[in-house]
């Protein structure tokens, strides 16, 4: 090629940065229709009743209120959900949590629409509830679904009662290796709710045509789950339903399910009007999901050498009332319980349990957070057990090169090494855990420093692209691929315009839109950059065999003989003056021969989760997941003895991301992951009132501001090129997020002696573990 253009690994600008801080985005909010009507709705203020019945009277008499939907307007046996069809549009005959959406009002304005929600009365007949995990499981507690044996599952989950799934994942012979171990630690922990607080919350648009189709655009991460959700749970053909997506104010994984859109649907098919739903804060809170908590009990084993031997994992999560993407949370966590590490000898299982709580769903980690740090404190107990120092029991056990993940499935790029290498060096690591820690009285503010490594993927399920060259050479590309904010536009038009040799100014990307878009499972997983660019490739690589097979016959050529140029050129390898600009390419195709050009590519990742000669799986929904990114964390944590309260002066992240498309956007998901993982170890904790949410509004529910960032947050970038990915890149959406409560966790063990086992540390639990210590001295 006689020169490049290098729009892969350059950091420009996302592609709609400029509308956003100009305030012209278009969010769901900031769309309107002539005549259009506004929704509201009606919650449960049960966690579990049968609705006996309603009465609309009072509301339907309110002027304005054009229609009322509850559960008598949805067919029977019609229910949605990833991996076990189990929840309906919204209540039907029953409510299993507090917060459910019962019923919902279309009126001309929002303020009449609220005041005739307020106006409804629904008949409960109020019925036992179970709102912890372990009850439910319990013999003689309530059920949450009595006709759960009945649902359709898409894998075998085992439900049965308040048994929602269970999976378990064998390798080796952990039964055996505990006698072989010469340090053992064994420890509980808990894992809290965590609120996804997207600055959007979550709303849609539905607009009936006159042949009764329904065109819905919502604040969603994947057009095709919304249109899948809304038409299994009201039973509609697919084709009667359009999705759309405008701009997305962030996701996090709360918006990959359905929330709001079944109900809005029926709304507008009832009122045969355009309708706007947009959820308040506190619904958003109450209604939608959240992280799920988790309670881990962890069993980990190592020679006297450091080789770690051994390790069993039990996990039990609250899924709340509806299954959602619980049993998928469940199964991948336990497939990444050991972390980037060897051990020859696991037994990893779980349940997810049923309760009368909100459902829990997809959360930035999918449940990798909730391990990593039970997995990575046993790692740093161990050492010390030892007399080793952490990071190097790490390095010890580390996965190398071409070393297969836990069950068996290959790593073809594996950048570990160096993020520890980096971590090491920049946070001086020998020298800061050596120096001399204060240890006198309580009141004392003192320093420690903790490690953390984990791994996530970026390789499932589907995808697709269409690369079409329009008549003057330029490019239109089309994913179905949601930007959630990530820049995921930006980053496919950049490996768009590498694939094709021409400037990303010269490619435009197309919304996602269910009628014309190719399919794509959805933003979530971290997967976009490999599984949706690697479409992008090869889309690109059927546009430019076209062109060249066009070019070969205008310049009388053979294929072979031709390369694609810098700047939207096709021309005849070394002969520097012999071209054709895309343009005349493009203008022949169109209007002499051969038809417009355009490439297509779909595809589903295939790699298999789990080798049968090396493991044994029961209840795994994935059965087609990899491609690891890896990271490691190195955190310096000030604790505050008078107080227990913790700070964080400075992290150093390390992530091997394959290649960065835009190391500008790679650092940036880097630092917004830490910081959310920050919230998620300090201070973030959805706090339930018996089956009542007690904080669901942000004067309750802390996050992190900017007085609780690290004053220096050093985000590094590895390139260790994944041989499958597009140029190069795997995945770095969630990763960045994993290691953080793990890493914070050890540096308060390094600073004051005392282990957390639950999450959030808050100062009052901090504090209540350093009297403890204390007094038990």
């Known amino acids: 090629m006689s020169a490049t253009v290098h729009a892969v690994g350059a950091s420009i600008p996302q592609l709609e940065s400029h509308e956003k801080l100009a305030g012209s985005a278009q969010f769901i909010a900031d769309l309107s229709r002539p005549g259009m009507l506004h929704a509201a709705i009606v919650q449960s203020p049960h ?38 069809k189990d929840e309906p549009a919204f209540a039907k005959g029953k409510v299993r949590y507090v917060g459910e959406i019962v019923a919902a009002v279309a009126a001309d304005t929002e303020a009449i629409a609220r005041q005739a929600a307020r106006l409804l009365r629904v008949d409960y007949e109020v019925l036992p509830s179970v709102v912890d995990p372990e009850q439910a499981l319990a013999p003689g507690a309530p059920w949450v679904h009595e006709d759960a044996a009945s649902y359709v599952k898409v894998f075998d989950a085992g439900t049965q009662g308040n048994l929602c799934s269970r999976t378990s994942l064998s390798e080796g012979d952990a039964a055996a290796a505990w006698a072989q171990c010469d340090v053992i630690v064994e420890r509980s922990y808990r894992t809290p709710a965590q609120a996804h607080l997207s600055l959007e919350p979550c709303g849609a648009l539905a607009e009936v045509d006159a042949q009764g189709r329904v065109t819905l655009w919502s604040a969603n991460q994947s057009v095709f789950r919304v249109q899948a959700n809304v038409c299994e749970s009201l039973g509609l053909p697919m084709t009667r339903l359009r999705c759309q997506t405008p701009r997305v104010g962030a996701g996090f994984g709360n918006k990959m399910e359905a929330h709001v859109q079944p109900v809005l649907v029926l709304l507008a098919l009832k009122a045969r009007r355009t309708v706007r739903l947009i959820l308040s804060r506190e619904e958003d809170f109450e209604t939608v999901r959240a992280r799920h908590p988790f309670v881990i009990r ?3 084993g190592a020679r006297r050498d450091g080789r770690l031997l051994a390790r069993e994992v039990e996990l039990l999560l609250d899924g709340g009332a509806y299954g959602d993407d619980s049993p998928g949370v469940l199964g991948y966590a336990l497939l990444m319980n050991c972390g980037p590490y060897n051990i020859p000898h696991v037994h990893a299982h779980g349940r997810v349990a049923y309760t009368h709580k909100m459902r829990f769903g997809a959360f930035r980690g999918f449940g990798v957070p909730q391990v990593t740090f039970a997995s990575e404190q046993q790692i740093d107990e ?7 120092d952490p990071l190097a029991l790490r390095r010890l056990n580390a996965k190398r090169g071409a070393d297969p993940w836990f069950c068996g499935q290959q790593v073809a790029s594996n950048g570990l090494a160096q993020c520890l290498d980096i971590v090491e060096r920049e946070s001086r690591w020998a020298e800061a855990r050596a120096a001399e820690r204060k240890a006198g009285a309580l009141g004392e503010k003192r320093i420690g420093y903790g490690i953390a490594t984990s791994a996530h993927i970026g390789g499932l399920l589907a995808s697709g692209a269409i690369v079409r060259m329009l008549e003057d050479g330029s490019v239109l590309l089309n994913t179905g691929a949601v930007d959630i904010g990530q820049g995921s536009n930006t980053v496919l ?15 435009a990307i197309a919304s996602p839109d269910t009628d014309g878009s190719p399919y794509n499972w959805g933003t979530t997983a971290s997967r976009v950059t490999y599984v949706a660019g690697r479409s992008v490739v090869q889309a690109a690589a059927e546009v430019e065999k076209k062109l060249k097979q066009h070019a070969s016959e205008m310049l009388e050529c053979a294929v072979d003989d031709l390369e694609l140029r810098a700047g939207g050129r096709v021309g005849l390898k070394g002969v520097p003056g012999r071209e054709l600009p895309f343009a005349a390419i493009s203008g022949r195709a169109h209007w002499a021969a051969g038809g417009p050009i355009i490439g297509s590519h779909s595809w589903v990742f295939d790699q298999k989760t789990v080798d049968p000669k090396r493991a044994v799986a029961t209840g795994l929904p994935f059965q087609q997941i990899g491609i690891f990114s890896f990271t490691a964390l190195v955190v310096e944590v000030e604790v505050d003895t008078l107080s227990g309260k913790l700070r964080v002066p400075r992290a150093w992240s390390a992530v091997d991301v394959g290649r960065a498309i835009n190391p500008q956007l790679v650092s940036g998901q880097i630092e917004g992951a830490f910081v959310q993982g920050l919230g998620f170890a300090l201070t973030e904790e959805m706090v339930w009132d018996g089956a009542k949410l007690a904080n669901p509004t942000l004067m309750d529910y802390k996050i992190p501001t900017f007085a609780e960032l ?14 499958s990915g597009p140029f ?13 409560a793990a890493a914070i966790a050890n540096g308060v063990a390094h600073a004051v002696g005392v282990r957390p086992m639950r999450l959030p540390m808050t100062g009052e639990r901090i504090l209540d573990a350093l009297l403890a210590a204390e007094g038990g001295a």
Do not use: W
Not at 382 to 388: D, N, R, S
Not at 710 to 723: C, M
């Open 298 to 300: 962890m069993k980990t």
């Open 493 to 507: 038009t950049q490996i768009c315009a590498e694939a094709l040799q021409i400037a990303p100014e010269q490619v």
């Open 47 to 84: 966690a579990h009743a049968r609705i006996r019945g309603y009465d609309l009277q009072a509301a339907l008499a309110l002027p304005g209120v054009r229609a009322i939907v509850t559960g008598d307007d949805l067919g029977d046996g019609h229910r949605m959900g990833a991996f076990i």
């Open 382 to 388: 161990i050492a010390t057990q030892l007399g080793m």
């Open 710 to 723: 690290p004053e220096e947050l050093r985000a590094y970038i590895v390139e260790s090129p994944e041989p």
């Open 728 to 740: 190069g890149a795997k995945s770095v959406g969630e990763i960045g997020m994993n290691a953080v």
